[in-house]
């Protein structure tokens, strides 16, 4: 009897080391998997980046909508995980203006280097609208601007960059 009361024990104390074993193994295993996990590309987000941007109304290069826009960007470009960079400049009219480069790498020194580029910007005038009432207004820019902004920023949360081989450029 006092044989069995022993090995009873003995059991309790190793099914007991085995659950403790699993349980860590278990959360130890959160750590193991990647934090970004690629997600397959969603129109339906990639609409949704649209409608953010005609929320900003007129975008016109130099407006305060355009560098509301471009605020925008870089802060979604750097939460997806991009290095951001601004590249500021003058148009020949004297405006003044960015380029918004982000980039993800797969080594410090890549030797092929995709670059993806787009507009963020809306016309000015709607002077090619078909009511001429309408040229003097500026365009929502949903289909000119919105939609390839919003193409890139959808790609710059789904691409895997590592499987691609290249570093990868997107530019607004």
């Known amino acids: 009897m006092m044989r069995l009361r022993l090995y009873s024990i003995e059991l309790?104390?190793?099914?007991?080391l085995a659950a403790a074993v699993s349980y860590f193994g278990f959360l130890g295993y959160g750590l193991l998997t990647p934090a970004f996990v690629v997600e397959p590309f969603s129109g339906d987000r990639a609409l949704a980046y649209?409608?953010?941007?005609?929320?900003?109304?007129?975008?016109?290069?130099?407006?305060?909508?355009?560098?509301?826009?471009?605020?925008?960007?870089?802060?979604?470009?750097?939460?997806?995980?991009?290095?951001?960079?601004?590249?500021?400049?003058?148009?020949?009219d004297n405006t003044p203006a960015r380029n918004i480069i982000a980039i993800r790498s797969i080594s410090p020194t890549?030797?092929?280097?995709?670059?993806?580029?787009?507009?963020y910007d809306t016309r000015m005038?709607?002077?090619?609208?078909?009511d001429a009432a309408n040229h003097i207004q500026p365009t929502?820019?949903?289909?000119?601007?919105?939609?390839?902004?919003?193409?890139?920023?959808?790609?710059?949360?789904t691409l895997d960059v590592a499987t691609t081989g290249y570093t990868v450029c997107l530019v607004f």
């Open 12 to 16: 309790l104390l190793v099914f007991m």
């Open 140 to 157: 929502p820019g949903a289909n000119a601007g919105a939609s390839g902004t919003a193409v890139l920023l959808e790609l710059a949360r």
């Open 50 to 92: 649209v409608d953010k941007q005609l929320e900003f109304g007129d975008r016109s290069t130099g407006s305060p909508s355009n560098i509301r826009t471009g605020d925008w960007l870089i802060e979604e470009l750097r939460l997806l995980g991009w290095d951001v960079v601004v590249q500021p400049f003058v148009a020949p």
């Open 110 to 119: 890549p030797a092929r280097t995709a670059m993806l580029l787009t507009h």
């Open 125 to 130: 005038f709607a002077d090619r609208d078909a």
